[in-house]
């Protein structure tokens, strides 16, 4: 049972850090694509 | 069948493999920012994805150790492979995310923990407390594997499966002498004569039976496989029931046997 606990904290530990910030890399940026400056507004 | 026996044959897909899938979508953020044409980006998720990727494939490369048989040089690999891990979390937390160096740090620490609390790190597990028999422990693993890898080149799967099954017993008779030291006095001569004679016997063995094919030479060392099959069968029970005596004297006639065949 202690095993088993161990093991769940441990898994919860790893979601809560290298999945945590591996979804907020790819929220915390917008991923558009920039259009190209030739078709931007002239000034 | 021994624990060690059962631990090696554990499949391969148990375990070790969030620390791949978690960075997933890492792995996305950096082909995104790859395609908007942000380099700097681009390397901020990408190193760290290395880092992760190179952490998770030497903590499965731990777990494939830790199972395999005591006494073989060992690389701590889970305790490496878990620093890369936490390594590349801080780097990601900072580079890819933002985070202030402090919070990162504290993102790398929690994968630390998470990695020792899920996979451990490696520890040298000491074969027995008295120092000479360590020794004899760790002289006898190699020998098996030794007799494990003249085995592989074994065509006959017969033969085979038969040193498949001696190395087993092998295994069951060093655990005895590992859980109880008394025990190596009683298999000495075992550990001394008999494991040598069987890896020099399979050794030549696999040497030969290549060229020569000569049914004499297999039946010759079918009757010899089956000998050391029963003598370490009986060597593991003598153990449990502490009797030295008779099997010495049948372990002398096997080494007669092996002298005759040529092998020791």
Redesign the interface.
């Known amino acids: 049972m202690a095993r088993f606990l161990?093991?769940a904290?441990?898994?919860?530990?790893?979601?809560?850090?290298?999945?945590?910030?591996?979804?907020?890399?790819?929220l915390?940026?917008d991923?558009?694509?920039?259009p190209p400056a030739a078709t931007r507004a002239a000034p | 069948v021994s624990s060690a026996v059962v631990a090696r044959r554990r499949p391969i897909w148990i375990g070790g493999w969030l620390p791949f899938i978690l960075p997933l979508p890492l792995t996305l953020d950096a082909l995104a920012n790859l395609w908007q044409g942000d380099l700097v980006g681009m390397l901020g998720s990408a190193l760290p994805c290395i880092l992760l990727f190179g952490g998770a494939a030497l903590i499965r490369r731990g777990l494939a150790q830790a199972s395999a048989r005591p006494g073989q040089a060992a690389w701590p690999w889970r305790t490496l492979g878990a620093a890369l891990v936490a390594l590349g979390t801080a780097a990601a937390a900072f580079s890819a995310v933002g985070h202030s160096p402090p919070i990162a740090l504290c993102f790398g620490l929690g994968a630390l923990l998470g990695c020792y609390l899920c996979y451990g790190f490696d520890r040298r597990p000491r074969l027995s407390a008295d120092k000479d028999v360590a020794a004899a422990l760790a002289e006898a693993y190699r020998k098996l594997d030794e007799l494990e890898a003249a085995g592989r080149r074994i065509r006959s799967p017969e033969f085979r499966e038969r040193l498949g099954r001696i190395v087993a017993w092998g295994e069951r008779i060093l655990e005895r002498i590992a859980a109880d030291p008394e025990d190596f006095r009683r298999a000495r001569k075992f550990l001394n004569v008999y494991l040598d004679g069987a890896r020099q016997v399979t050794e030549k063995y696999a040497r030969t039976h290549g060229e020569a094919g000569s049914a004499e030479l297999e039946e010759s060392f079918r009757a010899l496989l089956a000998d050391m099959e029963a003598v370490s069968e009986e060597q593991h029970q003598r153990l449990l029931d502490n009797d030295l005596v008779d099997l010495d004297v049948q372990i002398e006639v096997l080494t007669t046997r092996l002298r005759k065949e040529g092998v020791l």
């Not at chain 1, 904290?9 to 790819?26: D, E, K, N, R, Y």
């Not at chain 1, 991923?31 to 920039?34: E, L």
């Open positions: 161990t093991k904290v441990g898994v919860l530990l790893l979601f809560a850090t290298i999945g945590v910030v591996s979804c907020q890399a790819v915390s940026e991923h558009a694509v920039a």
